[in-house]
Protein backbone atom coordinates (compact mmCIF):
# COMPACT_ATOMS: atom_id res chain seq x y z
CA UNK A 1 0.00 0.00 0.00
CA UNK A 2 1.66 3.73 -0.97
CA UNK A 3 2.31 6.16 2.00
CA UNK A 4 -0.30 8.58 0.42
CA UNK A 5 -3.21 6.35 1.31
CA UNK A 6 -4.30 7.02 4.78
CA UNK A 7 -8.09 7.02 5.95
CA UNK A 8 -11.25 7.26 4.10
CA UNK A 9 -14.33 9.54 4.85
CA UNK A 10 -17.31 10.16 2.70
CA UNK A 11 -18.08 13.71 2.41
CA UNK A 12 -21.14 13.66 0.40
CA UNK A 13 -21.37 10.80 -1.42
CA UNK A 14 -17.26 11.12 -2.53
CA UNK A 15 -14.77 9.12 -0.73
CA UNK A 16 -12.11 11.65 0.86
CA UNK A 17 -8.38 10.33 1.40
CA UNK A 18 -6.71 11.96 4.16
CA UNK A 19 -4.14 11.77 7.16
CA UNK A 20 -4.90 12.34 10.79
CA UNK A 21 -2.32 11.90 12.95
CA UNK A 22 -1.30 13.25 16.26
CA UNK A 23 -2.90 14.52 19.31
CA UNK A 24 -3.61 18.42 20.23
CA UNK A 25 -4.81 21.42 18.89
CA UNK A 26 -6.28 20.48 14.84
CA UNK A 27 -4.73 22.27 12.29
CA UNK A 28 -5.63 21.26 8.72
CA UNK A 29 -2.88 21.00 5.76
CA UNK A 30 -4.42 22.00 2.13
CA UNK A 31 -1.69 21.01 -0.62
CA UNK A 32 -1.19 22.55 -3.77
CA UNK A 33 -2.28 21.94 -7.75
CA UNK A 34 0.98 20.57 -9.07
CA UNK A 35 0.41 17.39 -11.16
CA UNK A 36 0.10 13.82 -9.53
CA UNK A 37 0.05 15.32 -6.34
CA UNK A 38 -0.81 14.25 -2.92
CA UNK A 39 -1.56 15.77 1.00
CA UNK A 40 1.39 13.22 1.60
CA UNK A 41 3.67 14.30 -1.05
CA UNK A 42 3.55 17.69 -0.71
CA UNK A 43 3.50 17.02 3.61
CA UNK A 44 5.22 14.44 4.12
CA UNK A 45 8.06 16.09 6.13
CA UNK A 46 5.49 18.36 8.04
CA UNK A 47 2.99 15.84 9.02
CA UNK A 48 5.15 13.78 11.49
CA UNK A 49 6.74 17.20 12.76
CA UNK A 50 3.78 18.62 13.68
CA UNK A 51 1.85 15.62 14.51
CA UNK A 52 4.44 15.55 17.88
CA UNK A 53 2.63 18.80 19.33
CA UNK A 54 -0.89 18.64 17.00
CA UNK A 55 -3.73 16.86 15.53
CA UNK A 56 -2.93 17.32 11.67
CA UNK A 57 -5.37 16.62 9.43
CA UNK A 58 -4.29 16.36 5.89
CA UNK A 59 -6.96 15.46 2.84
CA UNK A 60 -6.45 14.81 -0.79
CA UNK A 61 -8.61 17.36 -2.39
CA UNK A 62 -11.50 17.02 -4.72
CA UNK A 63 -10.04 15.82 -8.25
CA UNK A 64 -6.66 15.11 -6.49
CA UNK A 65 -4.54 11.98 -5.05
CA UNK A 66 -6.76 9.15 -4.19
CA UNK A 67 -10.02 10.62 -3.08
CA UNK A 68 -12.65 9.56 -5.63
CA UNK A 69 -13.43 11.96 -8.68
CA UNK A 70 -16.88 11.51 -9.74
CA UNK A 71 -18.12 12.04 -13.43
CA UNK A 72 -19.77 15.16 -13.83
CA UNK A 73 -18.09 17.53 -10.74
CA UNK A 74 -17.20 20.49 -12.02
CA UNK A 75 -13.76 21.94 -10.23
CA UNK A 76 -14.47 25.57 -8.54
CA UNK A 77 -13.36 27.26 -5.83
CA UNK A 78 -16.86 26.62 -4.10
CA UNK A 79 -16.74 22.89 -4.93
CA UNK A 80 -13.06 22.47 -3.23
CA UNK A 81 -14.63 24.67 0.02
CA UNK A 82 -17.42 22.80 0.36
CA UNK A 83 -15.25 19.87 -0.09
CA UNK A 84 -13.08 20.90 2.92
CA UNK A 85 -15.60 22.08 5.34
CA UNK A 86 -17.35 18.54 4.20
CA UNK A 87 -14.45 17.10 5.68
CA UNK A 88 -14.29 19.12 9.10
CA UNK A 89 -17.70 18.65 9.48
CA UNK A 90 -17.87 14.70 8.94
CA UNK A 91 -14.12 14.86 11.20
CA UNK A 92 -16.39 17.03 14.18
CA UNK A 93 -13.93 19.88 13.85
CA UNK A 94 -15.16 23.16 14.78
CA UNK A 95 -11.92 25.33 14.37
CA UNK A 96 -8.49 24.60 13.08
CA UNK A 97 -5.65 26.12 12.33
CA UNK A 98 -5.21 26.30 8.29
CA UNK A 99 -1.77 25.96 6.61
CA UNK A 100 -1.81 25.89 2.81
CA UNK A 101 0.22 25.89 0.24
CA UNK A 102 -0.24 27.70 -3.09
CA UNK A 103 -3.22 26.22 -4.48
CA UNK A 104 -4.11 25.42 -1.02
CA UNK A 105 -3.51 29.03 0.29
CA UNK A 106 -6.16 30.30 -1.98
CA UNK A 107 -8.72 27.72 -0.85
CA UNK A 108 -7.61 28.84 3.11
CA UNK A 109 -8.03 31.85 2.32
CA UNK A 110 -11.58 31.41 0.87
CA UNK A 111 -12.34 29.59 3.85
CA UNK A 112 -11.00 32.54 6.28
CA UNK A 113 -12.62 34.98 4.48
CA UNK A 114 -16.27 32.83 4.32
CA UNK A 115 -16.31 31.29 7.52
CA UNK A 116 -13.69 33.09 9.85
CA UNK A 117 -15.34 31.39 12.51
CA UNK A 118 -13.80 28.51 11.62
CA UNK A 119 -10.67 29.85 11.97
CA UNK A 120 -7.53 29.94 14.52
CA UNK A 121 -4.35 30.72 13.04
CA UNK A 122 -3.74 30.74 9.03
CA UNK A 123 -0.77 29.82 7.33
CA UNK A 124 0.16 30.96 3.93
CA UNK A 125 3.24 29.56 1.55
CA UNK A 126 3.44 30.67 -1.99
CA UNK A 127 0.05 31.31 -1.92
CA UNK A 128 -2.20 32.29 -4.70
CA UNK A 129 -5.74 33.70 -3.28
CA UNK A 130 -5.18 37.14 -5.41
CA UNK A 131 -4.68 38.41 -8.68
CA UNK A 132 -1.43 38.52 -10.81
CA UNK A 133 0.19 38.14 -14.39
CA UNK A 134 0.45 34.61 -14.33
CA UNK A 135 4.11 33.03 -14.29
CA UNK A 136 5.68 31.38 -16.97
CA UNK A 137 6.28 28.37 -13.95
CA UNK A 138 2.30 28.83 -13.72
CA UNK A 139 1.48 28.11 -16.48
CA UNK A 140 4.14 25.67 -17.09
CA UNK A 141 2.24 23.66 -14.34
CA UNK A 142 -1.24 23.93 -15.08
CA UNK A 143 -0.59 23.12 -18.85
CA UNK A 144 1.43 19.93 -18.23
CA UNK A 145 0.75 16.70 -20.60
CA UNK A 146 2.59 13.93 -19.06
CA UNK A 147 5.80 12.36 -19.77
CA UNK A 148 8.67 11.68 -17.53
CA UNK A 149 10.46 15.00 -19.48
CA UNK A 150 7.49 16.90 -18.34
CA UNK A 151 7.88 16.48 -15.07
CA UNK A 152 11.35 16.33 -14.74
CA UNK A 153 11.62 19.76 -16.13
CA UNK A 154 8.40 20.88 -13.88
CA UNK A 155 10.53 19.78 -10.87
CA UNK A 156 13.21 21.84 -11.74
CA UNK A 157 10.43 25.24 -11.98
CA UNK A 158 9.59 23.89 -8.67
CA UNK A 159 12.93 23.29 -6.66
CA UNK A 160 16.03 26.18 -6.36
CA UNK A 161 17.95 22.74 -5.03
CA UNK A 162 18.67 20.92 -8.17
CA UNK A 163 20.13 18.44 -5.77
CA UNK A 164 16.29 17.20 -5.04
CA UNK A 165 15.73 16.48 -8.58
CA UNK A 166 16.62 12.84 -8.87
CA UNK A 167 15.58 10.68 -11.92
CA UNK A 168 13.13 8.47 -9.38
CA UNK A 169 11.50 11.33 -8.25
CA UNK A 170 10.78 12.59 -11.04
CA UNK A 171 9.39 8.81 -12.62
CA UNK A 172 7.49 8.48 -9.15
CA UNK A 173 5.80 11.72 -9.33
CA UNK A 174 5.13 10.51 -13.36
CA UNK A 175 3.57 7.64 -12.54
CA UNK A 176 1.27 9.12 -9.96
CA UNK A 177 0.02 11.77 -12.78
CA UNK A 178 -1.07 8.94 -14.89
CA UNK A 179 -2.88 7.00 -12.65
CA UNK A 180 -6.27 6.08 -14.47
CA UNK A 181 -8.39 8.98 -14.25
CA UNK A 182 -6.05 12.06 -12.54
CA UNK A 183 -5.12 13.74 -15.95
CA UNK A 184 -8.26 14.12 -17.47
CA UNK A 185 -9.17 15.35 -13.71
CA UNK A 186 -6.36 17.86 -13.80
CA UNK A 187 -6.80 18.79 -17.46
CA UNK A 188 -10.01 20.20 -16.91
CA UNK A 189 -9.20 22.36 -13.64
CA UNK A 190 -7.32 25.07 -15.33
CA UNK A 191 -7.77 25.19 -19.04
CA UNK A 192 -6.00 27.76 -21.33
CA UNK A 193 -5.93 30.67 -21.43
CA UNK A 194 -4.61 29.96 -17.79
CA UNK A 195 -4.53 33.75 -16.11
CA UNK A 196 -8.39 32.79 -15.99
CA UNK A 197 -7.54 29.92 -13.20
CA UNK A 198 -5.06 32.64 -11.66
CA UNK A 199 -8.35 34.91 -11.52
CA UNK A 200 -10.92 32.26 -10.54
CA UNK A 201 -8.83 31.69 -7.26
CA UNK A 202 -8.33 35.84 -6.38
CA UNK A 203 -10.56 36.90 -3.78
CA UNK A 204 -11.39 40.76 -3.46
CA UNK A 205 -8.38 42.53 -2.02
CA UNK A 206 -10.97 44.07 0.51
CA UNK A 207 -12.18 40.40 1.54
CA UNK A 208 -8.80 39.50 2.19
CA UNK A 209 -8.06 42.38 4.45
CA UNK A 210 -10.90 41.78 6.59
CA UNK A 211 -8.96 38.70 7.96
CA UNK A 212 -8.44 39.41 11.87
CA UNK A 213 -6.60 35.45 12.78
CA UNK A 214 -3.03 35.64 13.39
CA UNK A 215 -1.31 34.88 10.08
CA UNK A 216 2.23 33.68 9.05
CA UNK A 217 3.15 34.39 5.32
CA UNK A 218 5.86 32.27 3.72
CA UNK A 219 7.75 31.99 0.99
CA UNK A 220 10.46 30.95 -1.03
CA UNK A 221 12.90 34.04 -2.88
CA UNK A 222 13.83 31.98 -5.62
CA UNK A 223 9.94 30.49 -6.06
CA UNK A 224 9.22 30.67 -10.25
CA UNK A 225 5.88 29.48 -9.50
CA UNK A 226 3.99 32.10 -7.48
CA UNK A 227 5.87 35.31 -7.07
CA UNK A 228 7.05 36.76 -4.24
CA UNK A 229 5.24 40.26 -4.65
CA UNK A 230 2.03 38.19 -4.02
CA UNK A 231 3.17 37.59 -0.45
CA UNK A 232 4.45 40.82 -0.02
CA UNK A 233 0.80 42.40 -1.23
CA UNK A 234 -0.73 40.12 1.22
CA UNK A 235 1.22 40.87 4.52
CA UNK A 236 -0.06 44.63 3.65
CA UNK A 237 -3.43 43.80 3.17
CA UNK A 238 -4.09 41.19 6.35
CA UNK A 239 -2.86 43.24 9.09
CA UNK A 240 -2.35 40.92 12.02
CA UNK A 241 0.31 39.25 9.69
CA UNK A 242 3.96 38.53 9.09
CA UNK A 243 6.28 37.45 6.17
CA UNK A 244 8.92 35.28 6.82
CA UNK A 245 11.59 34.70 3.10
CA UNK A 246 13.79 31.44 2.79
CA UNK A 247 16.51 32.36 -0.03
CA UNK A 248 17.88 29.97 -2.52
CA UNK A 249 14.39 28.50 -1.85
CA UNK A 250 11.85 27.99 -4.99
CA UNK A 251 7.89 26.88 -4.74
CA UNK A 252 9.07 23.76 -1.80
CA UNK A 253 9.44 25.81 0.98
CA UNK A 254 8.31 23.24 3.27
CA UNK A 255 10.86 20.38 1.39
CA UNK A 256 14.09 22.65 0.41
CA UNK A 257 13.48 24.03 4.39
CA UNK A 258 12.35 21.75 5.88
CA UNK A 259 13.69 22.01 9.51
CA UNK A 260 13.14 25.39 9.14
CA UNK A 261 9.99 25.17 8.01
CA UNK A 262 8.41 22.90 10.43
CA UNK A 263 10.14 24.55 13.42
CA UNK A 264 8.58 28.08 12.09
CA UNK A 265 4.88 26.55 12.04
CA UNK A 266 5.46 25.05 15.03
CA UNK A 267 6.41 27.54 17.25
CA UNK A 268 3.65 30.14 15.44
CA UNK A 269 0.77 27.54 15.66
CA UNK A 270 1.65 26.63 19.46
CA UNK A 271 0.33 30.20 20.22
CA UNK A 272 -2.92 29.54 18.86
CA UNK A 273 -6.30 29.15 21.07
Known amino acids: MSAEIGRTVDIGGIATNYHDEGDGPPVLLIHGSGPGVSAWANWRLTIPALAKRFR ?13 RPDGVTYHPETWLGHLTGLLDALDLDRVS ?22 D ?14 TDGLDEVWG ?20 LLTEDLARLRYE ?8 EAYSSMFPAPRQNGVELLAL ?15 HGRDDQV ?25 HWVQ ?11 ENFLAEAG
Not at 122 to 129: K, Y
Not at 176 to 183: E, I, L, N
Not at 234 to 245: E, M
Open 56 to 68: VVAPDILGFGYTE
Open 98 to 119: IVGNSFGGALALRLAVEQPHRL
Open 204 to 218: PEERIAAIDAETLII
Open 226 to 250: IPLANSERLVRLIRPSQLHVFGRCG
Open 176 to 183: ASTRPGVQ
Open 144 to 163: YQPSVEAMRALMGVFAYDRA
Open 121 to 134: RLVLMGSAGISFPI
Open 255 to 265: IEQADRFNLLL
